[in-house]
């Protein structure tokens, strides 16, 4: 009888026999139910492609150690009872669908992003102007002296930290969710198969 192990985990070898034909770029599952890869919260009765969330990391985590150049392949161990309940082309049409739903979702978080960063962008302009007419009329009205420096260097530097978080948008946020959402899109074209879980000798 085998031992019970946590649903997502690095895969146990099977017999030499049986891995003759697999890829490296494959992710091996080991479950008891096709079910554990799905959401049973989903409040949309009608959508059961949602992914667990530990499903989803699982697999995100694996697949970022799969070359660009490689498609990435999942197998999914079941037992034989479990295996023979399910079709292969339905099961990857759901994680298909699952991981292209999170790709969109993160496809929006961008553009929302963006959007973000194109107001404060606006805004900090505005305020990096203002400090920098500030900082010259300072200047002009009380020439040079203590007063006059503390007040132009202040205005100075308000006016670029006013920018400095729209520019951290347009420059790095944007760029680990770009990353992401390439991984997710990834996935969702991986190719899944099942397999019956080797027999324990």
């Not at 554990?36 to 667990?52: E, H």
Request: hydrophobic letters at 45%.
């Amino acid at each position: 009888m085998r031992a019970e192990t946590a649903p997502f985990r690095a895969a146990a070898a099977p017999a030499l026999s049986d891995r003759d034909d697999l890829p490296t770029s494959a992710i091996e599952l080991h479950l008891r139910a096709v079910s554990q890869l799905f959401r049973t919260d989903d409040p949309f009765p009608f959508r059961d492609s949602d992914l667990a969330r530990e499903a989803e990391d699982y697999l995100a985590g694996r697949a970022k150690e799969v070359s660009k150049r490689e498609p990435i392949r999942i197998i999914i161990y079941l037992e034989s009872g479990e295996y023979a309940r399910h079709v292969e082309a339905g099961v990857a049409a759901k994680i298909g669908a699952g991981f292209e739903h999170l790709a969109d979702a993160e496809a929006n978080d961008i553009r929302e992003l963006f959007r973000t960063g194109r107001r404060a962008l606006l805004i900090g302009l505005a305020v990096l102007s203002a400090c920098l007419l500030l900082a010259v009329r300072t200047a002009a009205a009380f020439g040079e002296g203590p007063v006059s420096s503390i007040v132009h260097e202040s205005a100075v530097i308000f006016g670029w930290v006013a920018i400095w978080r729209p520019a951290e948008i347009f420059l790095y946020d944007w760029l680990p969710k770009a990353r992401r959402r390439a991984l997710l899109r990834r996935l969702s074209r991986a190719r899944v198969s099942l397999r019956r879980e080797p027999t324990a000798v």
